[in-house]
């Protein structure tokens, strides 16, 4: 399917079309990653390349967990100041931590300990969140004392756009999208975009 016009709206709540990509992938251009993906991803000599074709494209994001050495801290400014419904967590022997549902997506924070030998570069996160009224939310955050880091502009022909740092130094996007971003994600889910009927249907 077609993304959105790049001349109206552009933005997902995670994700990015092509009005926004010039924002969100500059210094990640197409052959720096190629070149990233071969270091990491070294190639299987022919003999020992699996037979097994892969079941199924990935196309539904799960989860997205945030880790930090001062977990609190982050807490207090997503659920605060940005206003997601975080709540503290705790399953079986697994040390507290927050979470909530953003949409299909389980958003959490937990500690930089819960996650030993894991990386954790300050500001190697970039999130983007969707924004119904944006006037409203930037007096908001002057109010708080969060400086933008630059005011908002035009994103498209019908979107608005600003961004943050959390605590961590993680840039936060947000986007208050126009009415065309409504009716491309009414499209992706009459063509097979929507979690629960992907479900549904494949477990019939």
Same mark, same amino acid.
């Given at each position: 399917?077609?993304?959105?016009?790049?001349?109206?709206?552009?933005?997902?709540?995670?994700?990015?079309?092509?009005?926004?990509?010039?924002?969100?992938?500059? +210094?990640?251009?197409?052959?720096?990653?190629?070149?990233?993906?071969?270091?990491?991803?070294?190639?299987?000599?022919?003999?020992?390349?699996? %037979?097994?074709?892969?079941?199924?494209?990935? @196309?539904?994001?799960?989860?997205?967990?945030?880790? %930090?050495?001062?977990?609190?801290?982050?807490?207090?400014?997503?659920?605060?100041?940005?206003?997601?419904?975080?709540?503290?967590?705790?399953? +079986?022997?697994?040390?507290?931590?927050?979470?909530?549902?953003?949409?299909?997506?389980?958003?959490?924070?937990h500690a930089a300990a819960?996650?030993?030998?894991?990386?954790?570069?300050?500001?190697?996160?970039?999130?983007?969140?969707?924004?119904?009224?944006?006037?409203?939310?930037?007096?908001?955050?002057?109010? %708080?004392?969060?400086?933008?880091?630059?005011?908002?502009?035009?994103? +498209?022909?019908e979107s608005r756009i600003t961004a943050v740092r959390?605590?961590?130094?993680?840039?936060?996007?947000?986007?208050?999208?126009?009415? %065309?971003?409504?009716?491309?994600?009414?499209?992706?889910?009459?063509?097979? +975009?929507?979690?629960?009927?992907?479900?549904?249907? @494949?477990?019939?």
């Amino acid at each position: 399917m077609d993304p959105p016009d790049p001349g109206s709206s552009s933005t997902i709540g995670f994700g990015v079309f092509e009005a926004g990509k010039a924002r969100h992938l500059r +210094g990640h251009r197409a052959d720096t990653a190629a070149i990233e993906c071969d270091r990491l991803m070294p190639v299987r000599p022919k003999e020992a390349q699996m %037979s097994v074709r892969r079941a199924e494209g990935l @196309r539904f994001l799960s989860g997205i967990i945030l880790t %930090s050495t001062d977990p609190t801290r982050l807490v207090a400014f997503y659920r605060d100041v940005l206003g997601l419904p975080l709540a503290d967590e705790r399953h +079986g022997d697994s040390a507290p931590h927050w979470a909530c549902e953003l949409g299909d997506v389980h958003f959490a924070i937990h500690a930089a300990a819960d996650y030993p030998g894991e990386p954790t570069a300050v500001g190697s996160v970039k999130l983007a969140f969707m924004v119904f009224d944006l006037a409203p939310l930037v007096a908001w955050l002057a109010e %708080s004392g969060v400086e933008l880091c630059y005011p908002p502009e035009e994103f +498209g022909t019908e979107s608005r756009i600003t961004a943050v740092r959390d605590p961590d130094g993680n840039l936060v996007e947000l986007t208050e999208l126009g009415p %065309s971003w409504l009716d491309h994600l009414r499209d992706h889910r009459a063509n097979g +975009g929507d979690l629960v009927t992907h479900w549904t249907a @494949r477990k019939r």
